[in-house]
Structures are given as structure tokens and as C-alpha cells.
């Protein structure tokens, strides 16, 4: 039996999940509902449960203040939230799960079962130290979480260079010459860091402007890295870098 806290500042979010889970999951126990971050807290302490469903925004402060004066956590979490543009990219960078409102079924079914599946709660306790690093560097994303068959990475993205395309995979260059390999496409890593230093030039390359030393414009443009790499720029994305990196608050 799974146990369960929610913890939400709306009396309607409560009341879906628990329909939801009455329906759907007779192997979870609703232990409490918390209105609060300061509720969500003492209930937390309190019945020790596996899954918390968080709220980000709350009267008293946030769900990721719940998660600092809680850390290290040992439940799983799914925040549920309205669309906050930063604190989903730091949510997302940090490979954590998350549902919008208004949400349906099968959305939360899908983060349950997900959560459900979840069995190294350290990794847990990485991502969410990772989510932490960056909602407190509110100007910019810090870290990233690179999650492969065999391990998962806590990188500060000061220390990648570059990024590149390999069919439905991305692979990462790091700047002590290491490499990781991702199943995620270089798209979904573009939308995720495209406001934290790293640039789409290429349809195959994201970069790190902090990593650059110039752009050379004969033949086609490209950009040669501080590790001397050279990296092509597409010819409609050439004016687009040509600004981002003179006007690049990261050089």
C-alpha cells in the first residue's frame, strides 16, 4: 500500500485527486490534505508518506520551499502547477515530473504510474537538490540532470561546451573532454536551455555562448570553441547568432 499527501491551496485540485484515486488506485491511502506549505510540512512529518502531489504557488510560499526545509525528502513527488515558465524549466531540466492544471485523468494517472515506477529515491534526492540549485538562481538555470541507461548526472552548465544531434539522441561534450549520451532529441534540449547560455546554431548543434571565441564567416560560417572545435552555422540561424552572441550576457 502507497501512502499519500497533497498538498494544495485549492479545495477543487483535493477533490479531483482524491476522486481519481478512489477510482482508479485502490492501492494508495489519501493520508492527509494539506492546504499549506506550513501544513504540508507538519503532515509530511507526520504520516510519512511515499507520493506527494505539490503545489508550487501557495499563500505561505512555494512547494520547492516545502522541499528545502524537507531535504533530504525520501517520498516521490509530482507537482501540479499552473503554467510558470521558470519553474517548469527547472523542473524539466531537473528530470522531475509535473502536471499542469487544469489536468485530466489520464494526465495524472500517467505521473502516478510513472512515480509508482520510481525505485532509487536517492536519484530522487539528486533531482530534487538539482531543482533547488536552480529555483535559487532565479536569473538563470544552473544544473541540469542527464539521465542514461547506467547513470544519472548532476551538471553544472557552465561545464558543457557543446551539444549534438545523434539521430534521436543528444550527445554532450563536457569541458573536461567527457561525453554523455542522452535519449532525449536535441530539440527537447533546445527548448529546455534555450535561455540559459546554450544556442540552437545548427540543426544538429547547440552551444555554449560562454565556450565561444569567435565566428568566422567564410565558408558558410561557423564557430570555432575555446577547445578549438569548429561548429557550423546554418545559413538562415547565422544573423540570429551573430546577435545572440554579441548581445550574450554569459561572454
Known sequence: MMKAVIVDDELSIHNSIRNILN???????????AESVKEGVESIIRYKPDLVF??????????FDLIDRLTPTDFKTIFITAHQEYALDAIKVSALDFILKPFTTEDLCAAIDKAAGILNIEEEQLKLKALLENIKNRKSLRRIVLNTADNLHIIELKNIVRAE???????????????????RTIKEFDGLL????????????????????????RDGGYLVLKDNSKIPVSQNMRKQVIHEISNSQYL
Open 165 to 183: 544531434a545523434d539521430s534521436n539522441y543528444t550527445r554532450f561534450i563536457l569541458t573536461d573532454g567527457n561525453t554523455i549520451m542522452v535519449s
Open 194 to 217: 534555450s535561455n540559459s547560455g546554450m544556442i540552437r546554431v545548427h540543426q544538429s548543434h547547440l552551444v555554449n555562448i560562454s565556450h565561444v571565441d569567435r565566428f568566422v564567416k
Open 54 to 63: 505539490l503545489d508550487i504557488e501557495m499563500p505561505d510560499g512555494t512547494g
Open 23 to 33: 477510482l482508479k488506485y485502490s492501492d494508495i491511502d489519501l493520508a492527509a490534505s
